[in-house]
């Protein structure tokens, strides 16, 4: 079985960027390595187009990338292979595409005191831990630690913190490795 890494920390800390220098690493340790993305981010507007595309622009050219703002399961169980590293960039965004796929667009966001999760996310949140174990490729998977404030305004904040915080015990809990990073630095908490 694959031993995969869990990588946490806040928006801008570093995540990604070490993530894709252990990537880079790990292809180097021997001929035939390949690392694949597997990129969750919709580009809805032109400030997430942009920030796509710099994330994009910094991945090295042999890297394959993979497009699964929802399916993320079935896009990891695609690309998994022996000689592959699977990087997941970032479990935030596919979490924040599935609950709002949940929702009902003519539904006013203001006006809910509570919302429960979804069909969808939780069936994306089983498929994810289900498939995990059977991969044979290493997985990074990067994601926001969103906890460390206070309890957020609004039904559909609190739902989307508490459901990131669930997510990442749940994957913590399968994961041989789990890394903190903040301002750059980097915390082993796990393995």
Do not use: Y
């Amino acid at each position: 079985m694959a031993e995969h890494t869990l990588i946490l920390g806040g928006a801008r800390s570093g995540k990604s960027a070490w993530a894709e220098r252990q990537a880079s690493a790990w292809a180097a340790e021997a001929p035939g390595r390949e690392v694949v993305v597997v990129a969750t981010g919709e580009a809805r507007d032109e400030e997430m187009r942009a920030r796509i595309a710099a994330h994009q622009a910094q991945r090295p050219a042999g890297w394959q990338t993979v497009e699964a703002p929802l399916a993320l399961a079935e896009a990891l169980a695609a690309a998994d292979g022996p000689q592959r590293l699977l990087l997941v960039d970032c479990l935030t965004l596919w979490l924040t595409n599935l609950l709002l796929a949940d929702l009902p667009p003519e539904l006013d966001l203001d006006s809910v005191r509570a919302l429960q999760p979804g069909p969808r996310w939780q069936a994306g949140r089983a498929a994810l831990l289900a498939v995990l174990p059977r991969l044979q490729a290493p997985v990074l998977l990067i994601g926001n630690e969103v906890g460390h404030g206070i309890v957020p305004l609004g039904a559909v904040n609190r739902l989307f913190v508490d459901e990131s915080g669930r997510l990442h015990q749940a994957l913590a809990a399968q994961c041989a490795r789990v890394r903190f990073v903040m301002a750059g630095c980097v915390l082993p908490l796990k393995g």
